[in-house]
């Protein structure tokens, strides 16, 4: 079977990733698997080629450029696609229109909660949780779904492509629907070694480590570290991790463990610096570590004691199922699909709430044998159900029908 896998963003983040994933993970399940890239997504092209997946790019594939929606055409003919596959809004329109002018069957992926009435002409579907899923079926059964009608350019580049904008019946759609949760390549962060992997010889024979400072994260088993990655925005909610921070730093004369607290924040972002000048103002920046954006977090990851997942509002969360992979004890706020990953394993608490954050993290220290529990809890659950190939087999498996259906 060949794929053509549509992405159209210029960053990267849960979405990137698991498309790229899942692209690999058909070529060595013995299919094709091509991506139709922005141009200037440096990084996206980099792992493109680490993984041996080709590629073809434009530069900026809007919902506008007719010349993109052409390119995707030339290359479905000339590679003889199957099935298009696309991620994220842009895409699903750029792949609608391609594969409603060459009959090819269009399987979108949505993993955001953000309305975009283009999803419901895909032929299928692929919802990252429950959560988005309930999401668009409220937005899709909606008044502004059903009064959704097409602009004036829009109107002339569906007629150049022949496709014919009409709002479908919510049963018709829900019949499209499946949950396919997201992918990370398990096997990197089940058992990880950090000695194995953090260090590299230089040519004079010392060893430093690669981990964007230079500093010997060793040094951090000295102290109880409390950790979280990804972007840093607003979104993603670090502020209240900081503010959780200074109120178990402030709170109590006595240390709560037989170690120093030390807290993480790897991931760059808008808030940064926002976050930075907090640490500072609330003197606590001898307790905390901005990394920045890492290529690989697992070795940070790795020195965590307790792992938190602070969104106000999240789809389903890569960096959660990263945890429960490595056997971290998680703290993650109950919003979006975050409680559907963790299920009843670890401690689910509101978002912007510092107060419960500060306890749950109080909880876990005092409380070794239940942060070791959970932590198994978390990585058994994370065994049944969000193992790669669970959902590589199912999409491939729902790419078939697809293609059954059309013949």
């Known amino acids: 079977m060949k794929i053509l896998h549509i992405i159209s963003s210029r960053g990267w983040g849960g979405a990137e990733n698991a498309a790229v994933y899942l692209a690999k993970k058909q070529l060595e399940k013995g299919h094709k698997a091509f991506f139709f890239i922005h141009r200037l997504n440096k990084k996206m092209i980099f792992l493109l080629g680490s993984a041996g997946v080709p590629y073809f790019s434009i530069l900026d594939p809007e919902r506008k450029n007719v010349f993109a929606v052409k390119k995707i055409i030339n290359i479905c003919k000339t590679e003889n696609i199957d099935i298009i596959h696309t991620h994220l809004g842009t895409g699903n329109y750029l792949g609608v229109l391609a594969g409603n002018f060459l009959k090819i069957p269009v399987c979108s992926t949505i993993n955001i909660f953000s309305g975009y009435p283009y999803y419901a002409m895909a032929d299928r579907l692929l919802f990252d949780s429950l959560a988005v899923k309930d999401y668009f079926i409220e937005y899709l059964s909606g008044d502004e779904y059903k009064r959704y009608a097409p602009g004036y350019i829009e109107r002339i580049i569906n007629k150049i492509f022949k496709l014919k904008y009409r709002a479908a019946d919510i049963k018709e759609i829900v019949n499209k629907m499946e949950i396919i949760y997201e992918r990370i390549d398990e096997a990197k962060f089940i058992d990880y070694d950090i000695d194995r992997d953090m260090c590299v010889n230089n040519n004079n024979g010392t060893n430093n480590c690669v981990n964007g400072g230079n500093e010997n994260l060793k040094k951090f088993k000295n102290f109880f570290n409390i950790g979280i990655t990804g972007r840093v925005t607003e979104q993603k909610g670090q502020v209240y991790f900081v503010k959780a ?25 808008d808030d940064e610096k926002i976050l930075k000048n907090m640490v500072n103002k609330m003197d606590i920046a001898d307790n905390f570590k901005f990394w920045g954006y890492q290529s690989d977090v697992r070795r940070f990851v790795n020195i965590f004691d307790i792992a938190v997942s602070c969104s106000l ?29 963790y299920g009843d394993t670890n401690i689910i608490i509101p978002p912007k709430d510092a107060v419960q954050l500060k306890e749950a993290i109080e909880k876990y220290i005092k409380n070794p044998d239940i942060m070791k529990k959970e932590a198994l809890s978390g990585f058994e659950r994370a065994n049944r159900l969000f193992k790669a190939d669970i959902s590589v087999n199912r999409i491939i498996s729902i790419y078939e029908s697809m293609r059954a259906k059309r013949t």
């Open 313 to 341: 509002n999240e789809p389903f969360g890569i960096n959660n199922i990263e945890y429960m992979f490595m056997k971290k004890p998680c703290i993650a706020t109950n919003t979006g699909g975050i409680p559907e990953v």
């Open 245 to 269: 921070a200074g109120l178990l730093l402030k709170s109590s004369l006595k240390p709560l463990c037989d170690k120093p607290l030390m807290f993480h924040i790897v991931g760059n972002g």
